[in-house]
């Protein structure tokens, strides 16, 4: 997730802290001091990195009492509708806060700081999940996915695979549930699983997030710590494994190639923009090319009897386009082998 942080500029050296907690749990934050140019355009650039913040985290101690900035800042993200997560320090007196008076805080000290902090990534994990409507009209189940991913303010994966025809597949009923649940990938495990109208929905707190409806399809989107980056072996093992689900499921109720006509694979990395490409092997790919696209996409059509490996191979290739550099086919075969290979949890054959 993707912090402001506001304080007053006395404590820059407790906001240094506070910052140094969240990278090293892998989240992102804008820090005044080291991250803003003094320039006449700075306001508008404070109010910018406002608008895009996941939430604003707030530096409360006695300086913060009548700090112009602070409470602009402040008062501006309650207009945006962000989050707004005090960390309330001995000495403050509430009737000099305004609007901040009124939000509920976390008792912080210097001692508890990693645990405040904690804490507050904790409550903003909960405001995504309240915060998320679905639209109104239901739409199409990955853009949902992405709504949901979008609030985090850092790159996810998004995976989607469906027949090429829509047309129901299954009826949504308790014998059909407890199939489906009982035969989800591994990737699902700490997911909880939830029917709805149209199927199963499967989410975990803030991160995940994935949806199986009656025509076939299914969709599944991942935070990416921005600390973990976009990693090559990852994402190859959790397209798989949807794949691998979605034939499991065509398998159960029937494939009707008439009808269904091509299967559609799709996968996302949204908010790559400034993202390279890592393994977790040496290679030259580590750290070869930034990508300047906010969002690098690979689709695909391809008759349901493909194997599973031959449609990863065709997303790689996709995806290192998006990265700026072309990859053989040979060794797209060769880091799909050793993606599945090395981690028998992200391999095929879930469930």
């Given at each position: 997730?993707d912090?402001?942080?506001s304080y007053?500029t006395?404590?820059k050296q407790?906001?240094?802290?506070?910052?140094?907690?969240?990278?090293?749990?892998?989240?992102?934050?804008?820090l005044?001091?080291?991250d803003?140019?003094?320039?006449?355009?700075?306001e508008?650039d404070?109010?910018?990195?406002i608008d895009?913040?996941?939430a604003?985290?707030?530096?409360?101690?006695?300086?913060?009492?009548?700090?112009?900035?602070?409470?602009q800042e402040v008062?501006?993200?309650?207009?945006?509708?962000?989050?707004i997560?005090?960390?309330?320090?001995?000495?403050?007196q509430s009737?000099?806060?305004?609007?901040?008076s009124?939000?509920?805080?976390?008792?912080?000290?210097?001692g508890?700081?990693?645990?405040?902090?904690?804490k507050a990534?904790?409550?903003?994990?909960a405001?995504?999940?309240e915060?998320?409507?679905?639209?109104?009209?239901g739409?199409?189940?990955?853009?949902?996915?992405?709504?949901?991913l979008?609030l985090?303010?850092?790159p996810?994966?998004?995976v989607l695979?469906?027949p090429?025809?829509?047309y129901?597949?299954f009826?949504?009923?308790?014998?059909?549930?407890?199939?489906?649940?009982?035969?989800?990938?591994?990737l699902?495990?700490?997911?909880?699983?939830?029917?709805?109208?149209?199927g199963?929905?499967?989410?975990?707190?803030?991160?995940?997030?994935?949806?199986?409806?009656?025509?076939?399809?299914?969709?599944?989107?991942?935070?990416?710590p921005?600390?973990?980056?976009v990693?090559?072996?990852?994402?190859?093992?959790?397209?798989?494994?949807i794949?691998?689900?979605?034939?499991?499921?065509?398998?159960?109720?029937?494939?009707?190639?008439q009808q269904?006509g091509?299967?559609?694979?799709?996968?996302?990395?949204g908010?790559?923009?400034?993202q390279?490409?890592?393994?977790?092997?040496?290679?030259?790919?580590?750290?070869r090319?930034?990508?300047?696209?906010?969002?690098?996409k690979?689709?695909?059509?391809?008759?349901?009897?493909?194997?599973?490996?031959?449609?990863l191979?065709?997303?790689?290739?996709?995806?290192c386009?998006?990265f700026?550099?072309?990859?053989?086919?040979?060794n797209?075969?060769?880091?799909v082998?050793?993606?599945?290979n090395?981690?028998?949890?992200?391999?095929l054959?879930?469930?």
């Amino acid at each position: 997730m993707d912090f402001f942080i506001s304080y007053k500029t006395v404590d820059k050296q407790l906001a240094g802290r506070v910052a140094q907690y969240l990278h090293g749990n892998g989240h992102d934050f804008f820090l005044a001091h080291d991250d803003l140019e003094i320039t006449p355009d700075f306001e508008r650039d404070i109010k910018n990195r406002i608008d895009n913040c996941t939430a604003l985290l707030a530096i409360v101690t006695p300086n913060f009492e009548g700090a112009a900035y602070p409470n602009q800042e402040v008062g501006y993200a309650m207009k945006a509708d962000k989050p707004i997560i005090p960390l309330w320090f001995p000495g403050v007196q509430s009737d000099k806060l305004g609007f901040l008076s009124r939000v509920n805080a976390i008792h912080a000290t210097e001692g508890n700081l990693f645990q405040s902090v904690s804490k507050a990534v904790d409550w903003a994990e909960a405001s995504l999940r309240e915060n998320f409507v679905r639209p109104a009209d239901g739409g199409p189940v990955q853009e949902t996915i992405d709504r949901f991913l979008e609030l985090r303010q850092e790159p996810y994966y998004r995976v989607l695979v469906r027949p090429q025809g829509m047309y129901i597949l299954f009826e949504a009923n308790a014998e059909n549930d407890t199939w489906l649940k009982a035969n989800k990938p591994r990737l699902f495990d700490l997911l909880d699983a939830r029917t709805t109208e149209s199927g199963i929905e499967f989410t975990y707190p803030g991160s995940y997030r994935a949806e199986v409806n009656w025509t076939g399809t299914v969709c599944f989107g991942q935070a990416v710590p921005r600390i973990d980056g976009v990693m090559l072996e990852a994402f190859v093992g959790i397209i798989a494994q949807i794949v691998e689900y979605s034939k499991r499921i065509f398998g159960k109720y029937g494939w009707n190639a008439q009808q269904h006509g091509l299967l559609i694979v799709e996968f996302k990395i949204g908010h790559s923009h400034g993202q390279t490409l890592k393994t977790g092997n040496p290679s030259e790919i580590n750290g070869r090319d930034t990508t300047n696209l906010e969002a690098v996409k690979a689709e695909i059509a391809v008759p349901f009897e493909t194997p599973t490996e031959a449609i990863l191979e065709k997303i790689l290739l996709k995806v290192c386009r998006g990265f700026g550099f072309g990859m053989l086919e040979s060794n797209a075969k060769s880091w799909v082998k050793l993606s599945l290979n090395q981690n028998p949890y992200l391999g095929l054959g879930g469930g």
